[in-house]
């Protein structure tokens, strides 16, 4: 057991720390001990996936060594380690992003709170992603939604605290199904440890028994984890929470928090029911059809959006759609495509909503398209990060984007019958849309203003003309987010191999 | 081809060539010998009209194009020709600008446009299964490339030869003719019936005889088929031309049915309808034109447009209705004068040809169509001459000398190629036996 | 019916589950929704306590004295109890934090129905464009 | 000659177009030697290119194990590119003058300029995966410049141009990707799908194809998705004229030809149902674009549905999938170029100098504006097909290619072409006839304020109908290069 091998409790265990021990700090030291805890969590992980890249097998890690039905278990594997890394830096660079905005939304007294929900949050994921024991993973949902929902309401205007308190329902209800599907399946197969139940579901599903909880089972945690990771149809809460949060939070719901339950419902598809019995179950062309239905009405709904946060938060729900249309796949092919969606998500939208924070600070901190006109000029690193943003989005080669395309496609075309035909489409139809809707913002960013008749008002325009202050934390956040972007878009060589070979490490 | 004279090299299958041969020069010679007629004719009539420069440029340039023409060694450079010759000639339809005129020419425009295209479609299937691309007498395809589908290419024959007929105004696309003539100034009209539609002629000639051959159309439905449309438009036409009222426009009818004549000739594809066809050919240039100047005279001086107006204008203008006289007389086909003879020839050579039911069908239509070319010319000089007591006399003057010198010329010409026209007839025969 | 019977807590489970999950969704006011909440967490944990019970067993609970020879072979399964403890204490947390939420929008919005709420934030949006 | 030659002949436009706005030239002369400094340089460079760098080629980076972005110079690009290099520097020059009466220039001419680089990639490119990079990126490049002038009218024009764009990118991607991923090849140096195409997943390829065509059909403007080019006549005319007669809808016409000849290769499409269909469609975009052309009154959407017309004729060529068919496909390519930019460049020097756009009011222009219009009807008549000029031999060889392939569909497709051949004479005589011959009531004075367009736009066209009657006469020259074009398409002849 190498000392690289205790990573994973090691992540989690810090960030709790910390997270207790920011409730005392006074706001400075807060936002370092912060930061330099979820740097240290991102180097960790980093050398976790050198050491799998370098041969490494994937292994459970017993906490306190105690045996198995009462023990906890982690297990880590490559994916295991190229998430939670996605997942850190992701977390680092939209607090870095979204600095300038907590100040002001946040207030200076409340942002240690701030803080404390943002180490649990990312705790809480890093969790998702590791644990081997299911019931561990119920509890940290319900930590995840808390602090997912502490974060929304710490900018306390009336949009986010309503905004919140939806959100906290849906996500009760779907983990609510989440936990009633865990107990049946304890109640089944008698065993809480993820690979001990998949021997015992395989057993059973030979003989033939409980064939009917099964089913049930694995239904409810279908609908409930979906529910949780804004599926198309359950996803009214999710426009108004992204949109109302602060610029950092916003950042890290659309692109993290969502992903965490994603990538849970595949690791309990794949290492607790197992690839053979789930392909057969209906739900996987139930995630499909929704996954498409997804990826055209998120992008329907945000054409018509006239303000920047909303049209970003109901990208997101078509990108998730993306993801989900992958998992709907069923074939191995496909869920990979759904991790490269994951990763490309993950940084083009947390990059965006911060570049979005950016526009409002240089239009007065109006959302409205009216009034957003030309911040692209007045703010460069916003305009260049949105251009990066559409390329990504359409698949232009050389950006993320492109290689979630490639391989979708590519999953999509080995499948054979209608839900090759349905997907294509979709995927025709969602970039057709995508183009447009973000092609217009660009239009809008970057209209000069003194030509084009404005509707802004008057007020407005005086700010615009005066330079905007811009911080360098700021730039420096959405340079490396571009950065990262094209490094995913370049090296995607790299990452679908690392996907694949964690996938079959997976089982 | 005697030598070839190459212009223009474009690529192997393609080149603009030109040669003289017996059929080129007859044709030369005609469109020559009428343009100085109605040149000299035009001079005088140009008074009459606006844009002089404009009309007597496009009055050459057309002629360039017809010289070409007769001279053309291949497909392509006759289709260039054609083409040209088309547009070309336009702009002299629409020379007074009036609406009507400007609809009259595009109407000319599309449907003569319409026929080249079909034209060089028979050009396409030409190159693909010919051998060489000079025109030669009895046909230049290539038996081994034609061997499979004869079909196919009588279908692209009767649509290049029905396409090249539209100019000289056959049933399916005789249209414009009536329309384009009667707007048309007095010359251009001339030049139009007389020896514009003589070009279409001479296409279906080359396309018939020098493309396809004409063992190669004998008695095939295409030959049945045009034999039919001619003599459906030779009827049709003496038909329309009898009710019509407006002079040009009758001349415009008898002009349809005239040039059918020669196109009933030209498909019963035997040498000595084929001498009957090239004999009308220069008898009917000269007569209608003929025609043509004495109803221009009649407008020039008295702007009387219709025939009905004409009551006793003989006695105004002698010599305009003694030669518009002549020249009827010719067209009926009565002896001593040009129209019999080719009249003659093309009966004889259709009912030696020996087509079940058309050998004799086509002489009795034709006799009919004779009858009523003098129902629709003959009244014009009677009334002209002998007006009848009750009616009010038209008052008016005779034309000035220089419209009328190119009438007598075609008058006597009518009367001269009538009496002796022997040599003429030996020269065209040498002519028609060289086609097969 | 002996099958109801035989395993009748499960039964209670379910029927308690759904009257939670549909109070927690469709009632009006903020506070039942938390009470429905509350029911549906309460009766997986029923489900999950019955699970745990085993025919006359004994408290799977060792003393000091009798570690040389336990006399009993029967113990209730501990590990389903255990699990109940841990979702109580989730159920608690999420509640305060739900009541505490509550009454912030109680404050912002003096009403208690969480449709009325977003009509309000509606007409505010409204009131922005122009 | 390594391939960076290439890269440079791509990237020095469109850097050169990035920095236009930046640089933000006030004075016009500046931007304009500026600009027509390095549209000339890149043609010029790209001219010699052609020449000595036939064959070099350039792997740019690896995107993954099975894809990467190369950049070759091949017979069939180079045909491509010596028509666009040819073009593009008498189109700027057209531009600077039709530019004076618009706004925003800086940012006009670093599109077109940018335009220029992205289709030489389209035509260098060494491989379908760098070919769909370029022509997605002029896609976006030209969405600016459609919406130039930033009317309503404009903007529908870009979203519709966006929305039919973007479909067709798409559905050739995963065409693209269908063939990848069942072992067809995607490079351009291997012809055909080799042993991938076995009877079995013939079905899949076949799908794959009919993906691509219509995916790349988009932008040939074949009959139901054409409907984007007619609405983009309302962008300015060196748009209209360089891109939607030119560049854009050429890449189009190109993509497809190497979708015919590069990736499945005359064995596979000889014959086959996929064959018909895509010759069915063609025939039928040929008669439909002029009968539409015929019908219009607009002038410049007049000429565009004769673009979408002449468009499928080079398709209709290339999917006869012989070597005569492919040389009769690239020679239309090239001289549909010439005419139809004449055509363009005059009917936007009417709407500069007199504001006129309808057809029907054109009448007199031939003594105003003797210069253009004598250009137009000579451009017409080349257009529809009279022998000396060159728009008869590009007709006359695809008519052979179709009669030597013999099948039912090719003679319809030689009867489309004559059909279309009329109302071409129908749609573009007719103005030449308004011009010279305006009616008899029409005054002269009324034109007195039309005068002839200035050197910077009558050059252009001078020059280009010189060309259209010189290719017209001799065309030896082109016909031995594009002939070049057979043994890479066709190893096995």
């Known amino acids: 057991m190498s000392l690289v091998q205790n990573v994973p409790a090691f992540s989690i265990l810090l960030l709790m720390l910390c997270g207790i021990v920011c409730l005392v700090l006074p706001r400075r030291a807060a936002r370092h001990l912060a930061d330099c805890a979820i740097a240290l969590v991102a180097a960790a992980s980093v050398a976790l996936l050198v050491y799998f890249l370098q041969g490494g097998a994937a292994y459970t890690y017993s906490m306190g060594e105690i045996g198995a039905p009462f023990g906890n278990e982690l297990r880590a594997g ?430 | 081809m005697t030598q070839l004279f190459t212009l223009l090299k474009i690529s192997d299958g393609l080149a603009i060539q030109f040669g003289a041969d017996g059929l080129g020069r007859m044709f030369l010679c005609l469109d020559t010998v009428m343009w100085i007629l109605v040149g000299i004719y035009a001079f005088k009539y140009k008074e009459h009209m606006k844009h002089t420069k404009r009309f007597f440029a496009f009055y050459l340039l057309t002629y360039l194009m017809l010289a070409a023409l007769s001279m053309a060694a291949n497909y392509l450079t006759m289709y260039l020709c054609f083409e040209f010759m088309t547009l070309l000639s336009m702009p002299m339809v629409l020379q007074d600008g009036t609406p009507e005129s400007i609809a009259a020419a595009r109407k000319y425009l599309m449907y003569s446009i319409f026929g080249a295209t079909l034209g060089l479609l028979g050009f396409f299937f030409s190159a693909h299964y010919g051998a060489g691309t000079v025109f030669t007498p009895g046909g230049l395809l290539d038996p081994a490339k034609v061997a499979g589908n004869e079909s196919k290419l009588l279908v692209v024959a009767f649509l290049s030869i029905a396409g090249f007929s539209a100019k000289a105004g056959m049933f399916p696309l005789h249209a414009w003719l009536p329309t384009a003539h009667p707007v048309a100034p007095a010359p251009a009209s001339a ?110 001086t008295n702007h009387k447009e219709y025939v009905s107006q004409l009551h006793g204008m003989g006695k105004r203008m002698p010599v305009t209705f003694g030669c518009f006289t002549v020249c009827s007389l010719g067209l009926i086909g009565i002896p001593p004068f040009a129209g019999f003879l080719s009249k003659w020839y093309l009966a004889a050579g259709s009912l030696s040809e020996g087509l079940p039911v058309l050998s004799w069908l086509g002489p009795a239509v034709l006799l009919l169509s004779a009858l009523l070319t003098a129902g629709y010319l003959l009244p014009i000089s009677i009334h002209g001459f002998f007006p009848g007591e009750g009616e009010k006399e038209a008052e008016g003057k005779e034309a000035p000398f220089q419209m009328l010198f190119p009438m007598l010329v075609l008058a006597l010409g009518v009367v001269v190629f009538g009496v002796f026209a022997q040599p003429l007839a030996d020269a065209l025969l040498r002519i028609a036996e060289a086609m097969f | 019916m002996s099958v109801f019977f035989a395993n009748l807590p499960e039964y209670a489970a379910m029927i308690l589950f759904g009257i939670g999950l549909s109070n927690l969704m469709l009632a009006k006011n903020l506070v039942k929704k938390i009470i429905g909440l509350n029911i549906m967490d309460t009766s997986v944990y029923l489900f999950l306590a019955a699970k745990g019970y085993v025919e006359n067993s004994v408290a799977p609970i060792v003393s000091a004295s009798d570690l040389g020879h336990i006399e009993h072979t029967l113990y209730t399964n501990p590990v389903p109890a255990g699990l109940v403890l841990t979702g109580i204490v989730v159920s608690v947390s999420v509640t305060a934090v739900l009541l505490s939420l509550i009454v912030r929008l109680n404050e912002e919005f003096h009403t208690l129905d969480i449709d009325e709420i977003i009509h309000i934030l509606r007409k505010r949006d409204r009131e922005d464009l122009k | 000659m390594t391939g960076f030659g290439i890269l440079i002949a791509i990237l020095v436009p469109i850097l050169g177009g990035a920095l236009v706005p930046l640089l933000d030239f006030d004075a016009r002369r500046a931007r304009e030697y500026y600009v027509f400094a390095i549209v000339l340089a890149t043609s010029v460079y790209t001219l010699s290119l052609l020449s000595s760098g036939q064959g070099s080629e350039l792997v740019l980076y690896h995107l993954t194990s099975t894809i990467d972005i190369t950049l070759r110079i091949d017979r069939y690009g180079s045909i491509f590119a010596l028509l666009v290099s040819v073009l593009w520097p008498l189109a700027t020059l057209y531009a600077f003058e039709y530019m004076s009466h618009l706004h925003k220039k800086n940012r006009f001419f670093g599109f077109f300029t940018i335009c220029y680089g992205i289709t030489l990639g389209v035509a260098f490119a060494g491989n379908f995966i760098t070919m769909y990079l370029f022509y997605e990126l002029l896609t976006l490049a030209t969405v600016p410049l459609i919406t130039h002038e930033g009317t309503r009218e404009a903007k529908v024009a870009g979203v519709k141009y966006l929305v039919y764009s973007i479909a067709g990118a798409t559905a050739a991607f995963i065409g693209m990707i269908a063939i990848l991923t069942h072992g067809g090849s995607l490079e351009f140096a291997v012809i055909g799908l080799g042993d991938a195409a076995t009877p079995e ?111 499928s004729y080079i398709v209709f060529a290339f999917l006869l999938v012989t070597p005569s068919g492919l040389t009769a496909g690239l020679l239309h390519m090239m001289f549909h170029g010439l005419m139809k930019i004449v055509l363009f460049f005059v009917a936007g020097t009417v709407m500069h100098q007199s504001g006129r756009i309808y057809v029907t009011d054109l009448r007199g222009f031939g003594r105003a504006m003797p210069v253009s219009f004598a250009t137009f009807t000579i451009a017409s008549l080349a257009l529809t097909g009279i022998p000396p000029l060159c728009g008869f031999l590009s007709k006359y060889a695809i008519a052979e290619a179709a ?91």
């Open chain 1, 78 to 507: 490559m994916l295991e380690a190229a998430v939670a890394t996605l997942f850190s830096i992701v977390t680092l660079l939209s607090l870095m992003g979204g600095r300038a905005h907590l100040r002001s939304d946040i207030g200076r007294l409340k942002v240690n709170l701030y803080y404390i929900s943002t180490l649990f949050l990312l705790c809480s994921m890093l969790a998702l992603v590791y644990t081997n024991d299911i019931f561990t993973a119920y509890v940290f949902v319900e930590i995840n939604t808390i602090t997912a929902c502490g974060i929304v309401m710490s900018k306390e205007d009336g949009y986010t605290l309503a905004a919140s308190m939806r959100y906290f329902i849906m996500s009760l209800i779907g983990s609510g199904l989440f936990l009633i599907s865990i107990c049946i399946l304890y109640a089944v197969t008698g065993h809480l440890l993820m690979s001990n139940i998949q021997e015992a579901v395989a057993q059973l599903y030979a003989q033939g028994e409980y064939r009917a909880p099964l089913q049930v089972a694995i239904a409810l945690m279908g609908v409930g984890l979906s529910l949780k990771s804004a599926l198309w149809p359950f996803s009214s809460w999710l426009p108004d929470a992204h949109s109302s949060a602060s610029a950092s939070s916003s950042a890290m719901l659309s692109g993290l928090v969502l992903k965490s339950f994603i990538f849970l419902m595949i690791k309990i598809f794949y290492r607790v029911i197992g690839a053979g019995i789930v392909r057969t179950h209906a739900v996987l062309d139930l995630l499909l059809v929704f996954g498409i239905l997804g990826m055209v009405m998120g992008s329907v709904n945000a054409l018509f959006e006239r303000d920047i946060k909303r049209l970003l938060a109901y990208s997101s729900v078509g990108q998730i759609g993306y993801i989900f249309c992958g998992v709907g796949l069923g074939t191995p092919a496909g869920v990979a495509a759904a991790m490269v969606q994951v990763a490309v998500h993950a940084t083009t939208k947390a990059m965006l909503f911060c570049a979005a924070g950016g526009l409002m600070d240089a239009s007065g901190g109006s959302k409205k398209f009216r009034d957003i006109e030309g911040a692209g000029r007045r703010d460069p690193y916003a305009g260049v990060a949105f251009i990066v943003g559409t390329l990504s989005m359409i698949g232009i080669p050389f950006f993320g984007g492109f290689i979630t395309k490639l391989s979708l496609v590519q999953a999509a075309v080995t499948v054979g019958g209608w839900r090759n035909l349905l997907s294509i489409l979709a995927i025709i139809v969602s970039t057709i849309l995508t183009a447009i809707y973000y092609i217009n913002v660009l239009a809008i960013i970057f209209r000069a203003p003194e030509t084009a008749p404005t509707k802004a008002s008057e007020k407005l325009k005086e700010e615009w003309k005066k330079q905007v202050r811009l911080d360098t934390e700021y730039e420096v956040a959405i340079v490396l987010f571009i950065l990262l972007n094209l490094a995913i878009g370049l090296r995607s060589d790299q990452l679908m191999q690392i996907i694949t070979t964690g996938l079959s490490m997976f089982g």
């Open chain 2, 191 to 300: 030049v139009l019936s007389g020896v514009i539609t003589k070009a279409g002629v001479l296409c279906i000639l080359r396309v018939m005889y020098q493309v396809y051959g004409a063992s190669f159309l004998a008695g095939t439905w295409v030959q049945k088929a045009l034999i039919v449309l001619s003599l459906i438009t030779v009827f049709m036409g003496s038909m329309m031309a009898y009710g019509e009222d407006l002079l040009k426009r009758r001349l415009a009818y008898s002009t349809v049915s005239q040039v059918s004549y020669v196109l009933f000739g030209v498909f019963t594809l035997h040498p000595v309808a084929l001498l009957g066809a090239l004999l009308h050919v220069i008898y009917h240039s000269i007569i209608k034109d003929g025609l043509f100047l004495g109803a221009g005279a009649v407008i020039f």
């Open chain 4, 201 to 311: 997943n013939r079905r899949l390829f076949d799908l794959a194809f009919l993906f691509m065509f219509f995916g790349f059909g988009v932008k040939s403007a074949i009959w139901p998705l054409h409907g984007w080019l007619p609405t983009a006549g309302v962008a300015p005319t060196p748009v209209t004229a360089l891109l939607h007669a030119v560049a854009v809808v050429k890449s189009g016409v190109f993509a497809i030809g190497r979708v015919v000849y590069f990736t499945y290769d005359a064995g596979y499409l000889a014959g086959s149902m996929v064959q018909k269909i895509g010759l069915a469609f063609s025939a039928f975009t040929i008669v439909y674009g002029t009968v539409m052309a015929w019908k219009e009154i607009h002038f410049k959407k007049r000429l565009a549905y004769s673009t979408v017309s002449n468009l």
């Open chain 4, 403 to 493: 009669l030597a392939q013999g099948s039912p569909l090719a003679y319809a497709g030689v009867a489309a072409l004559l059909v279309s051949a009329v109302f071409t004479a129908a749609y573009l005589l007719t103005i030449c006839v308004r011009a010279y011959f305006p009616p008899a009531d029409f005054e002269p004075w009324s034109l007195k304020s039309v005068k002839e367009a200035n050197l910077y736009m009558t050059l252009p066209l001078v020059l280009l109908t010189a060309a259209i009657v010189l290719l017209g006469c001799f065309p030896g020259a082109l016909q031995a290069f594009i002939g070049g074009v057979v043994p890479a398409a066709f190893p096995g002849l």
